[in-house]
């Protein structure tokens, strides 16, 4: 049998690896030239030196695979430096969005078998493949995951999403999105510490890796907000940024920092700079719970979940709520999951039982699992194209085998 490559072709992150490997490589899905290079790196920038004004452009926009050549170039290193896979021998098994537009589906076709000539291919939505997975883990556990039921809410680059799935499938009528995610947040936090502190609007790499080192949900945001109001070092926190010379990775500031970032400068104001941060640090990632707050007319998270659920039969709903997945880079925030789990108890049933789960280990490769699970059943064989059947037929949506 063919090397199946399963590939989880996340807006921000790739996560990617034969399905008979334990776990998945990641990846940046995008390409970028640092300061001073006169080369474009794909996929990989652990070894950039210099971070600072580092450009990326990436191949998804809103989601969506907008920009073919570019993934191309990516996958190219990803498949052939990292994985070592011969294409033409392997079966590939790809996400792609949930209500993916024809035009990408026939843009993301042509890359796979046009220019890279895989055996066979295989699509599904990321959300699918992750509660295939959880449920493959907890069967037994519940109910719900007995009959391959439940909610996977992706916190994702691009968006967040409610999914709604019965018997291993999408059920797309229920979707519900939300217009704030991953590359939103470090959006934010890039005009607030821009406008109060330093100017970073050029950094979006380096002000994502602050958000990850900083950013936390409050359990209680208004208090929160008061009391960073009446005494600022509540929750201030500086910053180090780098300054391509003697700090090379953004950190949070120690003790040690304060006596050593002015040595060997006579001027202290050509040392390495340092941004204060103080209540932005749980007001960006309140947006998922009050989406109000920048404008957006629509529902948070745990309301997400509630619309989702309504759209569905009545009998579904409470195996719904009971076994609800939290997967997403956005998932990993700190007090997330609580926050989640009180809002939604507010908002749901009170005769519904909640269950969320979520495992900080998987949330960003839950997908990759999932496509592992699928592969190892034996379901790719008999759901993937070919490339004869591609050659014969083409992109033409209607022959797709592939369940949504």
Known sequence: MATVVVVDNGAGTVKAESASAEGPLRFTNAAGKSRGESFTRYGDFSQVKDITGLALRRPHERGYLCNADLEKEIWSFIFKSRLRISPRESGLLVTEPLLNLPACQAAAEQLVFEDFGFHSYYACSSQQLAARGHFEASRGSSDASAADTGLVVDLGHSFTSAVPVFDNRV??????????????????????????????????????????????????????????????????????????????????????????????????????????????????????????????????????????????????????????????????????????????????????????????????????????????????????????????????????????
């Open 171 to 404: 059920l797309n009528y229920g979707v519900r999105r939300l217009d704030f995610g991953g590359k939103a947040a470090t959006n934010l936090l890039k005009e607030v510490v821009s406008y109060r502190s330093l100017n970073v609007m050029n950094e979006p790499y380096i002000v994502e890796i602050m958000k990850e080192d900083t950013c936390f949900v409050s359990q209680d945001a208004v208090n929160d907000l008061r009391a960073a109001q009446q005494s600022k070092k509540s929750f201030s926190l500086d910053y180090v940024l780098p300054d391509g010379m003697t700090v090379f990775r953004p950190r949070v500031k120690t003790e040690e920092d304060n006596e050593n970032l002015t040595k060997g400068f006579k001027n202290p104001r050509h040392a390495p700079q340092v941004a204060c941060l103080t209540h932005e640090r749980f007001m960006v990632p309140e947006v998922y719970f009050n989406p109000s707050d920048v404008g957006l007319n629509q529902a948070g998270i745990a309301e997400l979940v509630l619309q989702s659920c309504e759209c569905v039969d009545p009998i579904l709903q409470p195996l719904l709520l009971s076994n609800v997945l939290l997967v997403g880079g956005g998932s990993l925030l700190p007090g997330l999951v609580d926050r989640f789990r009180t809002e939604l108890r507010k908002v749901a049933p009170i005769d519904c039982p909640i269950n969320v789960w979520h495992s900080p280990e998987r949330a960003i490769t839950s997908a990759w699992f999932g496509g592992k699970a699928v592969v190892d059943s034996g379901e790719y064989a008999s759901k993937a194209m070919t490339r004869q059947e591609y050659q014969e037929h083409g992109c033409d949506p209607t022959r797709r085998k592939f369940i949504s």
